[in-house]
């Protein structure tokens, strides 16, 4: 059998574009997810009138952080944020996994658990708006609406806003390879 000396060489090219295609392919689906975080999130808070709208990034088995914000002021920003360590635990992620939207007119007189109740104060939340971003696979993220300067009354129309943007988002063909 004769190998043609080109042959090794036509092989590690052919790897080296697929390895860069494959890296191509990643990137697009990145900028494509980047995207439609970035337009849910300013629309929510927009539409809601809110100070901040954020999406909590779930990496491992409950501890994430807050990966994209939308802000009525720089001031507001919480980028970056990966919560109260023992606030978040496995009784939390399970009512959010069953599809639990929760919405928090006022933080001082909601009865909600002290360690919640000073995190919260510590990002300057006031009011406080989450929905579950649920995949197949389990709980993604948290797509989280806070607003700053006050109490805040949400409507029925706010909560579906917010479970439309998480689904939105939960629906993603880049989201659920990711």
């Given at each position: ?14 790897r ?40 909590y ?18 001031e507001?920003?919480i980028?970056?944020?990966t ?5 978040f635990?496995?009784?939390y ?41 649920v995949?197949?696979r ?13 109490p ?12 439309i ?9 880049n989201?659920?390879?990711?």
């Amino acid at each position: 059998m004769q190998i043609h000396p080109d042959s090794k060489f036509n092989q590690n090219r052919d790897r080296r574009e697929q390895g860069l295609q494959n890296l191509l392919d990643r990137l697009v689906r990145s900028i494509e997810q980047n995207e439609l975080v970035r337009q849910t999130t300013n629309q929510l808070r927009e539409s809601l009138q809110v100070d901040r709208v954020v999406l909590y990034y779930f990496y491992g088995q409950w501890e994430g952080q807050v990966t994209f914000e939308s802000l009525s002021s720089q001031e507001f920003s919480i980028l970056g944020s990966t919560g109260p360590d023992d606030c978040f635990n496995n009784e939390y992620a399970a009512l959010y996994l069953a599809g639990r939207v929760k919405a928090i007119a006022d933080i001082e007189l909601e009865p909600i658990e002290a360690c919640h109740r000073d995190f919260l104060r510590s990002m300057q939340v006031r009011a406080n708006l989450v929905a579950p971003i649920v995949i197949p696979r389990g709980l993604w993220g948290l797509l989280v609406a806070h607003h700053c300067q006050g109490p805040h009354d949400w409507s029925p129309s706010d909560i579906e806003m917010m479970q439309i943007g998480a689904q939105t988002l939960a629906t993603d063909r880049n989201i659920l390879e990711s």
